[in-house]
């Protein structure tokens, strides 16, 4: 598919997120009503998320059967929500390799092959797991081609 390769070092980001296990084929309804549900219990605070939703994908390798992902946003870093259904944290700082993915996400498994194969190549291992952030999202836009998801792999 040709997807561009690069490294970046990411800032620490205070988040509020929530972590769900689901099938894969429930993983797309599941994230949007977790993301809807989020930004609901920051609006009575006057607080709204700083950036785009993501997702992070905990289980590797990856199980369609039981997808275990922590969805959310991220947010000021003095907003504090603890409930039942979210958390608000702190994500690490840290250097990763990623790319950018355009289009369906039913077509994602390709950049990630790609992004894998890329890192070995150029002597990069995986110190964590996936997070996928939803720069164009079906909450943007109703054309799946113009989804665009950046997949940040933690690296050594």
Not at 36 to 45: A, D, F, Q, Y
Request: glycine share 8%; proline share 8%; aromatic share 8%.
């Amino acid at each position: 598919m040709g997807h561009e390769m690069h490294i970046k070092d990411v800032a620490a980001q205070h988040v509020v997120a929530s972590r769900a296990h689901v099938k894969f084929d429930e993983l797309g309804a599941r994230l949007a009503t977790t993301v809807r549900s989020i930004v609901e219990r920051l609006g009575p605070k006057g607080r709204w998320p700083t950036g785009a939703a993501f997702a992070i994908y905990h289980n590797q390798p990856f199980r369609p059967d039981d997808v275990d992902v922590e969805m959310g946003v991220p947010v000021a870093s003095d907003v504090d929500v603890h409930d039942a259904a979210v958390d608000s944290r702190d994500l690490p700082a840290g250097r990763v390799a990623y790319t950018v993915h355009r289009g369906r996400y039913g077509t994602i498994g390709a950049a990630y092959d790609e992004l894998h194969r890329w890192m070995r190549e150029h002597g990069h291992t995986p110190a964590g797991p996936p997070c996928e952030v939803y720069l164009i999202s079906p909450a943007q836009t109703d054309r799946p081609d113009e989804y665009l998801t950046e997949i940040d792999v933690p690296i050594r």
